[in-house]
């Protein structure tokens, strides 16, 4: 269908001749079949669209060209004006176009040849009473306003494609611009269809295509490939786009918006310009036929200066102010006549966006396909289930998770704590009493001890409902250890389980953080030394009253369980990643309110390269202290301090002031 030139990055001054730019190839098993929707850029002033706008209107309605300074730098126009462009009035197309012409006292013709008008009289008139014709020496133009079509069509040259340092962070070795695959999707697709990529990368077309709102597939052979482009898609927000048909979804479209693409057919043939011309030209005439008679002139409508001069008697002012007021609400009616009668044309790039809303990444699996194999069945036949068996199969949706997630831990050999301390669970088995579905035996200090594991689901977080029951079943049936192992933990199940540690002596209870690349599935490489089942300590935190009423949070480390020994350590709060004080914590949702990043010093010089940016060093130094800044108790009276290691787990506490 087309090759497509777009800009990659600018030049690196090598040697030899500089490559700046890629090709894209567009094709298409069958032409008739192909869906096409055209994209728009903005023109910009000097640009391409914009050559031939050589000409002002001024605001009192005078026209002239531009000077050089001005065709150098638009901003030097006078308010109000609007650059126009002079454009052919005339076509080859053979009909009864070819007729004299009279404008302003003056005749014209078209060029002589095979030149005809490119409209009839009727046609030319409403040109006329909307001001749209213009001559240029002994030639007759159409004015073409440069604001009434701002934009110009995306052809197959693309020049702002260019990175130059400031695009898209790099997330894999071989990655494309995103508004390189943004144009493909919204070109060739539209909401709800299918975008297939089979070289994932880093997941610039899953990404892209999940912001526009279309479903996609993509697959690649590396495990890296595909950890980084969930992690990007997980952690993507979107603005979320006003929907066509909301009971359909995105598959009904999205609204879109839209600028009026005025050309000289749709003045030519809007007939509402006659009953607007019908309705003031008669009062124009009469307050011209006054004015001549105070002032004993013949001017013609073209003739009438401007300004009224200083000599003129009052009843000539008068007429005068009547007949421009008359021509300017006369032209402010056909103006906007012409604006709502003339064509939209669709920016797919423009959906309107719906605020205060923020939109995620929907469901989505990452699968794996096995290695595909040939067995002769006569060597090895396959086995047959027995019906009660088959049946259980069926019935047990969440079997498989469950015996993936006991697999995994045993590949593991236990569960691993801060320090490299490691309890290590033998004969592990399933359970299936409520929420526990695990046991084993761990030894500490020479005794064994029994250990219950609820796993949390597979595509949520661990709730308080849950911890509840688990910890109750826990303790009715004598386990002396809990592990709660989920891929995220509910603010409300932490607190909860800090109480519980209090009031439910006998249990030791532990929040395991299941590791995200679980969820890749057959490409995750699980060995005894993998980190995929961690356990991080609990906040040991100070609150102090000031003596003006308000608080003043310290982290003053983490308590960290010795599974081996069974017994409690303190780190200090200086080695902690990062962690965030909410002030007003309401028992369901954490707010950060105040956020400190104590454990790596050389992190503001990261995140200046990152951003590229400049950043205060002192202001900065603030935010790496383990002590908050004072802050004034809430209406729920309570905080919450959620603490980050560097591996990505937390852990919260809650507070009563």
């Excluded at 050089?68 to 053979?94: C, H, M």
């Excluded at 910890?471 to 995220?488: E, P």
């Amino acid at each position: 269908m087309a090759v497509i030139s777009f800009v990659k990055t600018s030049g690196k001054g090598g040697e030899l001749l500089d490559v700046i730019n890629d090709f894209l190839l567009w094709y298409a098993k069958d032409k008739t079949q192909l869906k096409y929707r055209q994209l728009y850029l903005q023109k910009e002033w000097g640009e391409e669209g914009t050559k031939g706008y050589q000409h002002v209107e001024l605001s009192n309605g005078t026209r002239r060209r531009l000077n050089q300074e001005e065709l150098s730098n638009s901003t030097l126009l006078p308010k109000g004006s609007r650059v126009f462009k002079a454009s052919d009035i005339t076509s080859q197309e053979p009909g009864k176009t070819s007729f004299e012409y009279e404008l302003q006292g003056r005749k014209f013709m078209p060029a002589k040849g095979k030149r005809h008008w490119a409209t009839d009289f009727n046609g030319m008139e409403r040109l006329r009473h909307a001001e749209r014709l213009f001559p240029v020496g002994n030639t007759l133009s159409y004015v073409r306003y440069l604001d009434e079509m701002p934009i110009r069509p995306l052809t197959n040259i693309w020049t702002d494609t260019g990175i130059a340092g400031y695009g898209d962070p790099k997330l894999f070795a071989v990655q494309t611009n995103t508004k390189v695959i943004e144009r493909c999707i919204l070109m060739a697709t539209d909401p709800g269809d299918l975008v297939f990529d089979p070289t994932c990368g880093s997941g610039t077309t899953a990404w892209c295509a999940e912001k526009w709102g279309r479903r996609w597939i993509t697959c690649d052979t590396s495990r890296v490939a595909l950890a980084i482009a969930r992690q990007r898609l997980m952690t993507a927000k979107f603005d979320y786009y006003e929907l066509k048909d909301p009971e359909r979804g995105p598959a009904g479209g999205f609204i879109y918006e839209t600028v009026p693409h005025i050309t000289l057919e749709s003045i030519a043939k809007n007939t509402e310009i006659d009953e607007i011309a019908a309705k003031y030209q008669p009062q124009i005439d009469e307050a011209l036929k006054e004015l001549n008679r105070s002032l004993g002139k013949d001017w013609k409508e073209w003739e009438v200066p401007r300004e009224a001069e200083e000599g003129w008697p009052q009843e000539a002012k008068e007429a005068h102010e009547r007949f421009w007021s008359l021509r300017r609400k006369k032209r402010q009616e056909i103006d906007e006549s012409i604006k709502c009668n003339a064509p939209q044309e669709t920016l797919y790039d423009r959906p309107k966006v719906k605020r205060g809303v923020v939109r995620v990444s929907g469901p989505f699996t990452v699968e794996a396909i096995p290695v595909p194999f040939v067995e002769d069945p006569t060597q090895a036949p396959v086995p047959q289930f027995e019906e009660e068996e088959a049946q259980a199969r069926i019935s047990d949706r969440g079997g498989d998770y469950l015996t993936t997630m006991i697999n995994l831990l045993k590949a593991q050999g236990g569960v691993l704590f801060p320090g490299g301390k490691k309890m290590e669970l033998q004969s592990l088995r399933p359970l299936n009493i409520g929420m526990l579905h695990a046991e084993a035996e761990t030894s500490q200090n020479g005794k064994s001890l029994r250990v219950a594991i609820s796993f949390g689901p597979q595509y949520g977080p661990i709730t308080a409902t849950q911890a509840n029951e688990a910890i109750q079943t826990a303790k009715l049936n004598a386990y002396q250890v809990l592990i709660l192992a989920g891929f995220s933990i509910e603010a409300e199940a932490q607190a909860f389980v800090q109480k519980a540690r209090e009031l439910v002596p006998g249990l030791s209870i532990h929040f395991a953080n299941i590791a995200p690349d679980v969820l890749v599935g057959d490409l995750l490489k699980t060995t005894r030394a993998s980190q995929i089942f961690t356990v991080f300590g609990q906040p040991d935190v100070g609150v102090e009253q000031q003596k003006d009423g308000t608080y003043v949070v310290e982290l003053r480390g983490v308590d960290i369980y010795d599974p081996l020994a069974g017994e409690v350590h303190s780190t200090r709060g200086e080695d902690v990643a990062a962690w965030f004080l909410d002030t007003d914590y309401d028992g369901m949702t954490f707010h950060i309110c105040q956020a400190f990043f104590p454990g790596d010093p050389k992190a503001w010089g990261k995140l200046q390269r990152a951003l590229k940016a400049q950043i205060d060093p002192e202001a900065f130094e603030q935010m790496r202290t383990t002590r908050s800044f004072p802050f004034k108790p809430g209406e729920h009276n309570r905080i919450a301090v959620k603490v980050i290691d560097f591996r990505g787990n937390e852990v919260m506490r809650v507070v009563n002031l």
